[in-house]
């Protein structure tokens, strides 16, 4: 069933994502994207979609004390943690299409794992470019297709069968902008210069299957809006065990590959203008 959270519930999913997700997916693409996109001691640093915070809570260690890192995010719970967890950072309350920022604010944007949740993409990636200085650097990750991942697809099978399309379709959502010819001419046809991609394969660890699934419902798919009751959740895991049982370790830890791109630009236009003297 799909529900509007409510504040408690969005800062309970959030909980569960930053204590879930973060440390078995996310946390180990941070210092990855940050050097895509070149940051360095005492820049200024926009993370958009920030989630939680871990990007940039990563960039505010990297940038140090002369430095300046923003997060912004939609989603009021998600904020609600990461304030917690990193009270040094300015967090702001927003969308990517519509970024709370003046132009020309930042040295570096980042963004990791969000861009497939906007509803207006080139509007977004025009707005990160808007806030970029001249000669700022974008950097921006995404997961690669359902289809090339590990463990998911059977995941979004099982979750399709025992909880419906919302749910599965939940699970599909991260994986929709895996093609990399399109996503080029996304970026080329947003305003983004000097267009670069690299595949990299990260590794998914969780401490067991019952982990990793539980990670995504109760964390992600309330995120997502979706909320499943006790008796599917507990369906859902005693099947899960046989169903992703070839990615066990002998260690007893779930371990799978997690392929991602990192898209990177440059804003190049911008500066070309600003030394013709434009505004």
Not at 46 to 60: I, M, N, P, Q, S
Not at 138 to 161: F, H, T
Not at 220 to 234: A, H, R, T, Y
């Amino acid at each position: 069933m799909v529900n509007e959270p409510n504040l408690a519930d969005q800062i309970e999913g959030a909980r569960a994502y930053e204590g879930l997700h973060v440390p078995a997916l996310f946390e180990q693409w941070c210092p990855r994207v940050l050097d895509a996109a070149g940051v360095e001691v005492g820049q200024s640093v926009l993370d958009v979609a920030c989630g939680t915070g871990v990007l940039a809570r990563e960039a505010t260690a990297r940038v140090g004390p002369a430095g300046r890192v923003a997060g912004v995010d939609p989603g009021a719970g998600m904020l609600a943690v990461a304030g917690e967890l990193a009270p040094n950072v300015e967090w702001q309350e927003g969308t990517a299409e519509s970024l709370p920022f003046r132009d020309q604010s930042f040295d570096a944007v980042v963004s990791q794992f969000g861009l497939m949740f906007f509803s207006d993409r080139t509007k977004a990636l025009s707005e990160m470019v808007r806030v970029l200085k001249p000669g700022g650097r974008l950097a921006v990750a995404v997961w690669d297709s359902l289809d090339n991942s590990d463990a998911y697809p059977i995941a979004v099978k099982l979750l399709e069968r025992l909880a419906g399309d919302d749910a599965a379709n939940a699970l599909r959502a991260p994986f929709v902008l895996g093609d990399k010819d399109a996503l080029v001419a996304l970026f080329e046809g947003s305003g983004v210069e000097s267009v670069g991609i690299e595949t990299v394969i990260g590794e998914a660890r969780f401490p067991s299957i019952k982990t990793m699934v539980e990670a995504d419902l109760r964390g992600w798919l309330p995120v997502m809006g979706v909320f499943l009751n006790e008796d599917q959740i507990q369906g859902i895991l005693e099947e899960a065990e046989t169903a992703l049982a070839e990615y066990v370790t002998a260690e007893g830890d779930m371990v799978f590959n997690a392929p991602a791109h990192i898209v990177t630009g440059v804003n190049h236009h911008r500066q070309s203008r600003w030394l013709e003297g434009g505004t």
